[in-house]
């Protein structure tokens, strides 16, 4: 059961024995629990792959702004650094340094930046898969994490082919770098690699959007609104969804402020009407234009 229809059935039965002050005190635990639910994203890679600006990318930030994780030559981090979201404090994107740069193996490396407290793993990868990759791969499989590689700088690399090859097909391009990669993976036993092609400075195009909904879709209910929320808005279908999870919360905030302001004049019919709004907005979900 979710976290959501769990305080509705409390909230209801709280209701149910008139007891208002519960109902608005679980209606008041459920957002405060929202708000404290923590997400933990680890960036990897070799160095120089794009993690900073992948990193930067994710939280929305240009490179160049004054928040940016720093980017470019000459910038290595040397432990991992978190960035906090800057609406949503409880989401972190952890940039990690470069594996190679560590000069541990990749199972040390991982004990090196407490992977425990990760949810998941973004393995960033560009031009060619390297050694570390797959080893990154393979130790972050034992360990039972989920991981993604991302091959970044996917608009240099069109670039590249669109200059060298006569019959140049942006698609097909995209489909054979793609290809490359999982048979890369396959080949070093990382079983069904999910691969996606993104270039950090047009988040927008290419494979981010898949990336975004597959990581939803592997998250616990209760952590994907938190990283709904977080996501940037690339797109319309982000806003979209954000608008959904505000929404759910919303009636939330609502029931609260409505039955604390009720509450010196408690009483069944008053209690009644807060239960049927909290069940109206709870079952009725309006379309989205
Ligand atoms: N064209 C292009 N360049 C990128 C992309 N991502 C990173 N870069 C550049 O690659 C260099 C290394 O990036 P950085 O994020 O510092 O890599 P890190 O060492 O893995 O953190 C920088 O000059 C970035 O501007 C990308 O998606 N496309
Ligand atoms: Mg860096």
């Not at 404090?89 to 199972?107: E, N, Q, S």
């Not at 898969?129 to 130790?139: G, M, P, V, W, Y």
């Amino acid at each position: 059961m979710s976290l959501e229809s769990k305080a509705i059935e409390d909230i209801n039965r709280a209701l149910e024995n008139n007891d208002t002050q519960a109902a608005a005190s679980i209606s008041q635990t459920y957002l405060r629990d929202l708000d404290s639910i923590p997400l933990n994203i680890a960036v990897t890679g070799e160095s120089g792959s794009g993690k900073s600006s992948f990193v930067n990318a994710f939280r929305g930030i240009d490179n160049r702004d004054d928040r940016a994780a720093p980017t470019g030559v000459g910038e290595t981090t040397m432990k991992p650094k978190a960035y906090p979201h800057q609406i949503y404090p409880k989401v972190t994107v952890w940039d990690l340094p470069g594996i190679g740069t560590t000069k541990f193996p990749a199972h040390q490396y991982l004990k090196h930046i407490g992977f425990e407290k990760f949810d998941f793993f973004i393995i960033v990868s560009s031009d060619r898969l390297r050694e570390n990759d797959f080893k990154l791969a393979q130790e972050i499989m034992k360990m039972g994490k989920n991981f993604y590689f991302v091959r970044a700088k996917i608009d240099s690399n069109l670039l590249s082919a669109e200059k060298s090859q006569k019959e140049y097909d942006e698609e097909k391009t995209l489909q054979k770098i793609r290809e490359n990669c999982i048979q890369g993976l396959e080949e070093r036993g990382v079983t069904a690699p999910q691969v996606f092609l993104v270039s950090n400075f047009d988040l927008h195009l290419y494979d981010f959007p898949t990336l975004q909904e597959t990581i939803e879709r592997d998250l616990p209910s209760h952590k994907r609104d938190t990283l709904i929320l977080a996501l940037p808005n690339i797109c319309s279908s982000n806003i979209k969804k954000k608008k959904e999870v505000l929404r759910s919360q919303i009636k939330f905030h609502a029931f609260t402020s409505a039955t604390v302001a009720a509450l010196p004049i408690s009483g069944l019919s008053i209690a009644a009407d807060l239960g049927l709004q909290l069940v109206a907005f709870s079952v009725s979900k309006p379309s989205l234009s």
